[in-house]
């Protein structure tokens, strides 16, 4: 692979790190509603899924940054990317809604792998204009998600019922 295929790939891959958080937050709006049908429960409760991640990406964010500084980039994007496979696959196979909202807490503290690790690779390979230009690149990726994410929701959900949002998210973790 030349160095311009090594530079994409590198910008795309910690683009799609980057956008974790906020596919994590906002993508499952839409199919709030089958979800409150499906648990047989209240729309704040279904919400609490919304929530409960958002404090697991505050707080995965806190923590994996000291470890991957401590222990290397590669363990704890590697960690993070399992367990957010695994939270996942919780969310899809979740039967009652308190069993859903602790799997968004951990689908949240695992995306925080790729927010906080885009950043940090970044950092540790580039400098100056290069390294402002990775960040400009991330900071699109987290600003357009957050609008993408319940549009690409909704086309989803016009085909599946809403574990197929959490199915979508699984294709995309690793």
């Known amino acids: ?71 290397g980039r590669r363990v704890p994007l590697l960690a993070s990317m399992w367990l957010f496979l695994l939270s996942t696959l919780w969310c899809i196979y979740a039967r009652s809604i308190e069993s859903f909202i602790a799997a968004r807490f951990v689908q949240g503290l695992a995306g925080s792998g790729g927010i906080v ?28 998600a957050p609008v993408g994410a319940p549009v690409l929701d909704g086309v989803i959900l016009s085909f599946t019922r809403w574990q197929g949002v959490f199915w979508a998210l699984f294709a995309v973790g690793p």
Request: glycine share 12%; net charge neutral; hydrophobic share 50%.
């Open 117 to 144: 690790l885009s950043r940090s690779v970044s950092a540790d390979l580039f400098s100056g204009k290069e390294l402002a230009g990775f960040f400009a690149v991330i900071a699109a990726v987290q600003g357009l």
């Open 1 to 71: 692979m030349n160095n311009r295929n090594s530079h994409t790939f590198l910008i795309v891959t910690l683009g799609c790190l980057a956008a974790f958080g906020p596919l994590v937050t906002d993508m499952y709006l839409p199919g709030l509603p089958a979800m409150t049908g499906f648990f047989g429960t209240t729309v704040p409760l279904v919400q609490m899924g919304i929530t409960t991640s958002m404090a697991g990406l505050a707080l995965g964010q806190l923590l994996i940054g000291p470890v991957s500084d401590r222990y």
